[in-house]
């Protein structure tokens, strides 16, 4: 056996990755046929190769073409089943998935409401028929005014605890600060709801600060680039806030060149708190399980370390500390059974 045997067996925690940008060829295909909405392809290969990451411009382009494509709450449910399928697959017991709520608002009339109710179905589906829990990080797309950030931040703090968890912050980083959306930022935080906020990939040190002052983020979604601050390292350092680091994005986004040139044994060796994920799967030709591989391939990680990474994100996870202990148990015992079938 292998340790990559090992990796795609072993239980998994998921704290960074977008439901729109999971949508799979497949069920984009499907939608746009159930909508009657015009895509660049109209195959699964063609709408494969037009994923393919080129820019961030295309990127956003993919993501406005997806969104389009979800015109009633028998979409979302689809998209949100399929979804959760993929992360059992891949044995993900626990996920938190970025949603923009807003833009699916916007492009489909279907009220926050209604979108959460199909979600919950998805979700309640998923816990019972497939073992896997799903927490909403509802998020602000940065671009757009601060009335909506405001809009997106009310129904945050309504709907917390039922689905959602907390409020993030994604987007494009370049000319579009943190400090923006602070109204809303502050209204989630005045009532309790923790924020989770994109910052440190496209944008350096300065969005992480933001992310931090302003945000007060309880993780750095990204945060690659807090080497570039020394000050910056040892106030993550201190505080061991968790980074939500995803190579493949990373290097498709030109944040490094190659993953062989990734950040990420230098954000160990400085003691920073990391977890690994995939961010938009199949727009970057990956998996959480891919991720995985990958850094172990070129970093050298044994299962050790594979392991830590695992139980850092589920130590960050915004399960209750009773649920955090219970599959922390589980995942232990796992790892033990694992290792002697796939390692010894």
Not at 113 to 120: D, L, P, S
Not at 192 to 204: D, F, R
């Amino acid at each position: 056996m292998s340790l990559n045997s090992f990796i795609r067996a072993m239980p998994k925690v998921e704290l960074h990755v977008h439901v729109e940008g999971s949508i799979r060829p497949e069920t984009l295909l499907k939608l746009a046929r159930r909508n009657q909405v015009e895509l660049p392809a109209d195959t699964v290969e063609g709408l494969r190769q037009w994923y393919t990451f080129t820019d961030f411009p295309h990127f956003v382009e993919i993501y406005i073409a997806l969104t389009n494509c979800i015109r009633t709450p028998e979409d979302l449910e689809l998209i949100f089943r399929e979804f959760l399928e993929g992360q059992a697959a891949q044995n993900i017991r626990h996920t938190e998935a970025t949603y923009t709520a807003f833009t699916v608002f916007e492009l489909s009339g279907i009220p926050f409401e209604v979108q959460m109710q199909a979600i919950n179905r998805a979700r309640e589906w998923a816990k019972q028929a497939l073992g896997v829990t799903l927490a909403l990080i509802v998020d602000i797309a940065r671009e757009v005014e601060p009335a909506v950030g405001m809009v997106t931040a009310e129904w945050v703090k309504e709907w917390r605890g039922r689905g959602v968890e907390a409020l993030g912050l994604g987007g494009y980083e370049v000319g579009y600060p943190p400090e923006r959306h602070t109204e809303a930022l502050k209204l989630a935080q005045a009532a309790g709801v923790p924020c989770i906020l994109h910052a440190g990939e496209t944008e350096g040190p300065a969005s992480i600060w933001g992310a931090l002052k302003a945000g007060k983020s309880i993780r750095i979604g990204h945060g690659v680039r807090c080497l570039e601050d020394e000050a910056l390292v040892a106030e993550l350092r201190a505080r061991q806030i968790p980074l939500e680091v995803c190579p493949t994005s990373n290097v498709c986004l030109k944040v490094v060149p190659t993953l062989a040139q990734h950040p990420l044994p230098r954000l160990l060796n400085a003691g920073l708190y990391v977890t690994i994920n995939s961010d938009d799967p199949p727009m970057f030709n990956t998996t959480l399980t891919d991720e995985y591989v990958r850094v172990a391939e070129t970093f050298g990680f044994g299962a050790a370390e594979l392991e830590q990474f695992v139980l850092n994100a589920l130590r960050a996870s915004l399960l209750s500390e009773a649920e955090r202990a219970a599959l922390e148990a589980e995942f232990v015992a796992e790892f033990t059974r694992l290792r002697e079938e796939h390692l010894a």
